[in-house]
T-cell receptor
């Protein structure tokens, strides 16, 4: 089965509020994760990544937290805007015999209400 | 701007009629990937090319084939599309397979409808 998965399929937030999207993984050896944003009708877009030697990483309005003890990571979006409406995936890249494979989690649909 | 381009954006085909989807890139990346994304699901890797080396995922049906005639172009061929093959097909590129942290750049996708 997949090594990453999400708790909630849909998250609705008010504009201006903070959003938290969660992701669980099962492989304790996993050491690198990426968050992707996919807007309707578009391909996934890289948001932020984190390695297992870090607990927290911040970008512009986004923060990713990694809790290796419970095998959980989260994406926090500050001051959520209508343009943040999208599906968010956590993903784990894995080097295979032939290449670099992304295994995506289920995805969370973020809906921003005005 | 350097980018990943997919044509067509929407493709309609008939059950059993072969169809080819196209991907091109101006990033000069040596790895190109094809993902299948069904409605409300996550993308799933079908196969990828590292330069001219083809790497198939174990669970990719034989109905799906790929060609990479040069660095810039990669094609996805579906020999006999079934209704279950209706999906968004995403092409992605990355710089080098050995760098796990290398970002994959995705195209906008081709939405395939099978009638």
């Amino acid at each position: 089965g997949e090594s990453v998965g999400l708790h909630l399929p849909t998250l609705s937030v008010q504009e201006g509020d903070n959003s938290i999207i969660n992701c669980a993984y099962s492989n304790s050896a996993s050491d690198y994760f990426i968050w992707y944003k996919q807007e309707s009708g578009k391909g996934p877009q890289f948001i932020i990544d984190i390695r297992s030697n870090m607990d927290k990483r911040q970008g512009q309005r986004v923060t990713v937290l990694l809790n290796k003890t419970v095998k959980h990571l989260s994406l926090q979006i500050a001051a959520t805007q209508p343009g943040d409406s999208a599906v968010y995936f956590c993903a784990e890249p894995q080097v295979t015999g032939g290449g670099n494979k992304l295994t995506f989690g289920t995805g969370t649909q973020l809906k921003v209400e005005l | 701007d350097a980018m990943v381009i997919q044509n067509p954006r929407y493709q309609v085909t008939q059950f059993g009629k072969p169809v080819t989807l196209s991907c091109s890139q101006t990033l000069n990346h040596n790895v190109m990937y094809w993902y299948q994304q069904k409605s409300s699901q996550a993308p799933k890797l079908l196969f990828h090319y590292y330069d001219k080396d083809f790497n198939n995922e174990a669970d990719t049906p034989d109905n799906f084939q790929s060609r990479r005639p040069n660095t810039s172009f990669c094609f996805l061929d579906i020999r006999s599309p079934g209704l279950g093959d209706a999906a968004m097909y995403l092409c992605a590129t990355s710089r080098d397979r050995r760098e796990r942290i290398n970002e994959q750049f995705f195209g906008p996708g081709t939405r395939l409808t099978v009638l």
